[in-house]
């Protein structure tokens, strides 16, 4: 069994601890591409007859 199993947390608990421990280790010249990065934009295409459609945003990506 793994550690983090045997700490009682689930794979994801473990990796958003690991994400916020690494996100608060990066030196403040790099915090802001790093934060650029972690940014998340969801997009969904209907497919019919093998064709792809029209692409939708779900999760929209952020107007600087």
């Given at each position: ?6 700490a009682?947390?689930s794979?994801?608990q ?5 994400a916020?421990v ?8 790099f915090?802001a591409?790093m934060?650029?990065r972690?940014e ?11 064709k792809m459609?029209?692409?939708?945003f779900?999760i ?5």
């Amino acid at each position: 069994m793994t550690y983090w199993r045997n700490a009682g947390l689930s794979y994801l608990q473990y990796a958003n601890i690991c994400a916020r421990v690494l996100r608060s280790s990066v030196k403040d010249e790099f915090r802001a591409v790093m934060l650029r990065r972690q940014e998340q934009i969801v997009k969904s295409a209907k497919w019919d007859a093998g064709k792809m459609g029209e692409n939708k945003f779900i999760i929209p990506p952020k107007e600087d």
